[in-house]
């Protein structure tokens, strides 16, 4: 029962349950106040928290360079630009080639 009219109220008064009548109401209203749970998104199947996604790995450890290859690289491309040659992409000249 939501509404309630005079003749409901004063039954009501006669009987004693006014005051329970009135604070149903106010719960009613406060229910309807409150806002429904979030309901969470499903998730995938064989999903595991925390895991990685399946087929996929954490990333591999970068490999040492073993020592004297900067010197080496640096010694061929010093090398490779005394001579004028392309570098190893094919397509760049170096100075000496485009006079």
Known sequence: MTDA???DIKAMRKDGSLRDF???QIADGRRRRQPAAPVPAPRPPGHT???WPTGSRPPSRIADVPPG???A???RARNDSQQGTTCECGGCL????ED
């Open 5 to 7: 009219d005079r003749d």
């Open 22 to 24: 009135l604070r149903c």
């Open 49 to 51: 928290p925390g895991a």
């Open 69 to 71: 290859a900067w010197d």
């Open 73 to 75: 690289a640096l010694e």
């Open 94 to 97: 170096t100075p000496s080639q």
